[in-house]
Nanobody, 129 residues
Framework: QVQLVESGGGLVQAGGSLRLSCAAS????????MAWFRQAPGKQRELVAA???????TYGDSVKGRFTCSRDNAKNTVYLQMNSLKPEDTANYYC???????????????????????WGQGTQVTVSS
């Protein structure tokens, strides 16, 4: 059974940093896109970062230059390094894996949540001003 388990969330002051991790188990996702989404209360779920097993990465416009996504394919794990955090980054952060292998389906990692078929339970990130 596939499981995605996020960790690393918490409370941080504005300008601070956090590193999220997501470990996948149950199968290998080497050929798939692994991604981070976030959802704040009353808002739609939005893409933070999505990454193939190589170096192709897509970032949400609001986090470019501040957040960095990386993967350890041997560990089936994806990370999100978040720097220069702002109060508007406060949200529940979810790890996700694409429904289809990357190479056969898209030219860039997909931005839509509907393209992702596996989801973690989420980890809360709260940034205080």
């Amino acid at each position: 059974q596939v499981q995605l388990v996020e960790s690393g969330g918490g409370l941080v002051q504005a300008g601070g940093s956090l590193r999220l991790s997501c470990a996948a188990s149950g199968r290998s996702f080497r050929s798939y896109v692994m991604a981070w989404f976030r959802q704040a209360p009353g808002k739609q779920r939005e893409l933070v970062a999505a990454m193939t097993s190589g170096t192709v990465t897509t970032y949400g416009d609001s986090v470019k230059g501040r957040f960095t996504c990386s993967r350890d394919n041997a560990k089936n794990t994806v990370y999100l390094q978040m720097n220069s955090l702002k109060p508007e980054d406060t949200a529940n952060y979810y790890c996700a894996v694409s429904q289809l292998p990357y190479g056969s389906s898209w030219s860039t990692p997909p931005r839509s949540a509907s393209e992702y078929g596996y989801w973690g339970q989420g980890t809360q990130v709260t940034v205080s001003s």
